[in-house]
């Protein structure tokens, strides 16, 4: 972290500090979709307020969501803060059902969703394993932590072990990660509400009030039946509506596709492709191979780094490159067409040689420009994370169990999609 930066951050520490010796802590923030969230920990807001967190608000939560719902501009951080309003209330709610959960135990899962997606590179899930490869963004996550904990002290010590599932509680650890985890409840009504999607919208609050614990598990009471199932279809509604909008994931496929180019440029000895900057520095010089090394580095990336490369590639003599970039900035994107059975290699073949005509290239910068590849989504796993039902007289059962539950195996089935992705030419 640069000298500056450090000073300012423990300038703020020491100022909270003297604050916090005064009179009880506590700070508000306005939030457009749940409203008022507080902080009255003083831990929790130093978290807040360190740069690396606060790098959150520049990745957007929806990567090029944007290009097809405008108002889809809401970030990483609007997100965590959200996630964290929840857990904050699901709290709430088990400790007057007598659940018990201390102070500690609730600071560290209020820290733990906090950082759940700390380690989120740019543009989120469209660049994972694209810019830092080989690595998945919640192990950049509790890497991030495990630092954050040595420079508070050892503070985060029982967070880490709620987020990796260790902590002997294991609801707390369902609250962050798990079919009905209060990360999904906010991001779908965030996304729902920033989309205008009225489709995505879920009645969080209601399932927040029927949450439970049943021998150390995270249940919920029977009444809750069928907000739950409004979840699971609302989920699914959201992704193909939203996430896996064929526009979205053509947009996406194309901003992959700007990375590989360029990476193959320079593999073939094109050195005007490098970016001198910390992209550049994992994009060419394979930084990536131990990113615990390179965490500092990697927390200064954001949004902002990649749109400048796209801008510079714009007018790199390239033709598929700049096709690429100008394609991304100036919204001209390539046509994605989906269908249920795999795509012939017929049908690629002619387009591809369409493209090779047109643009007058060859077969190996064509495979940039015209590509395939599948799209799936699912109502419900039940051999992932389950969703427990608790009744009345103590039974318990998965939501596809219950009779006439709308959630059956059949609907669990994973629905897949192939699609043809290419560049729609002049």
């Known amino acids: 972290m640069p000298k500056t930066l450090a000073a300012t951050?423990?300038?703020?520490?020491?100022?909270?500090?003297?604050?916090?010796?005064?009179?009880?802590f506590r700070k508000i923030i306005n939030d457009p979709v749940h409203g008022f969230?507080?902080?009255?920990?003083?831990?929790?807001?130093?978290?807040?307020?360190?740069?690396?967190?606060?790098?959150?608000?520049?990745?957007?939560?929806?990567?090029?969501?944007?290009?097809?719902?405008?108002?889809?501009?809401?970030?990483?951080?609007?997100?965590?803060?959200?996630?964290?309003?929840?857990?904050?209330?699901?709290?709430?709610?088990?400790?007057?059902?007598?659940?018990?959960?201390?102070?500690?135990?609730?600071?560290?899962?209020?820290?733990?969703?906090?950082?759940?997606?700390?380690?989120?590179?740019?543009?989120?899930?469209?660049?994972?394993?694209?810019?830092?490869?080989?690595?998945?963004?919640?192990?950049?996550?509790l890497m991030i932590m495990q630092e954050l904990n040595a420079t508070f002290g050892g503070k985060l010590d029982m967070a880490i072990a709620v987020f990796k599932g260790i902590y002997p509680k294991k609801f707390l650890?369902?609250?962050?990660?798990?079919?009905?985890?209060?990360?999904?409840?906010?991001?779908?009504?965030?996304?729902?509400?920033?989309?205008?999607?009225?489709?995505g919208t879920i009645g969080y609050d209601r399932i927040l009030k029927m949450l439970t614990v049943h021998e150390g598990s995270l249940m919920v009471e029977e009444k809750a039946i069928y907000s739950i199932e409004k979840f699971l279809v609302s989920r699914r509604l959201m992704y193909w509506q939203v996430y896996l909008h064929k526009t979205v994931i053509s947009a996406e496929k194309m901003l992959v596709k700007i990375f590989e180019r360029a990476r193959w440029l320079k593999q073939h000895g094109d050195d005007a492709v490098v970016t001198d900057d910390i992209l550049g520095s994992f994009l060419f010089h394979d930084l990536e191979g131990d990113i615990g090394r390179h965490l500092a580095l990697f927390c200064q990336l954001d949004d902002t780094d990649v749109i400048t490369a796209i801008k510079r590639w714009s007018r790199h003599p390239d033709k598929i490159l700049s096709i690429l970039c100008q394609a991304i900035l100036n919204r001209v994107l390539f046509k994605l067409?989906?269908?249920?059975?795999?795509?012939?290699?017929?049908?690629?073949?002619?387009?591809?040689q369409e493209l090779m005509n047109a643009?007058?290239?060859?077969?190996?910068?064509?495979?940039?420009?015209?590509?395939?590849?599948?799209?799936?989504?699912?109502?419900?796993?039940?051999?992932?994370?389950?969703?427990?039902?608790?009744?009345?007289?103590?039974?318990?059962?998965?939501?596809?169990?219950?009779?006439?539950?709308?959630?059956?195996?059949?609907?669990?089935q994973p629905v897949k999609k192939f699609y043809i992705c290419f560049y729609p030419g002049n």
């Not at 543009?123 to 950049?140: G, M, N, Q, T, Y």
């Not at 699912?378 to 998965?398: A, C, H, M, Q």
Request: hydrophobic share 40%; no cysteine.
């Open 173 to 199: 650890h369902q609250l962050i990660s798990g079919q009905l985890d209060v990360d999904r409840m906010d991001y779908l009504a965030r996304d729902s509400f920033f989309t205008g999607v009225i489709e």
């Open 337 to 352: 067409r989906l269908q249920n059975e795999p795509v012939s290699e017929e049908t690629v073949k002619e387009k591809r």
């Open 9 to 24: 951050y423990l300038y703020k520490l020491r100022t909270l500090f003297d604050q916090t010796t005064e009179m009880p």
């Open 37 to 141: 969230i507080t902080f009255d920990d003083p831990l929790i807001f130093q978290i807040i307020s360190h740069p690396w967190y606060q790098r959150l608000r520049r990745i957007n939560q929806m990567a090029l969501s944007h290009l097809v719902y405008p108002g889809a501009m809401h970030s990483r951080l609007h997100h965590s803060l959200g996630a964290y309003h929840l857990m904050t209330l699901a709290l709430q709610e088990l400790r007057g059902k007598g659940v018990d959960v201390t102070s500690e135990e609730e600071q560290a899962a209020k820290i733990a969703i906090l950082l759940h997606d700390i380690g989120h590179g740019p543009f989120s899930h469209a660049l994972e394993s694209v810019v830092i490869r080989h690595v998945h963004h919640e192990d950049i996550s």
């Open 359 to 412: 643009l007058q290239i060859g077969p190996e910068d064509v495979s940039f420009l015209a590509f395939t590849g599948e799209a799936q989504n699912s109502l419900y796993n039940p051999d992932d994370e389950r969703i427990n039902i608790l009744f009345r007289d103590g039974t318990v059962k998965d939501i596809s169990q219950v009779d006439n539950a709308l959630i059956h195996n059949a609907l669990a």
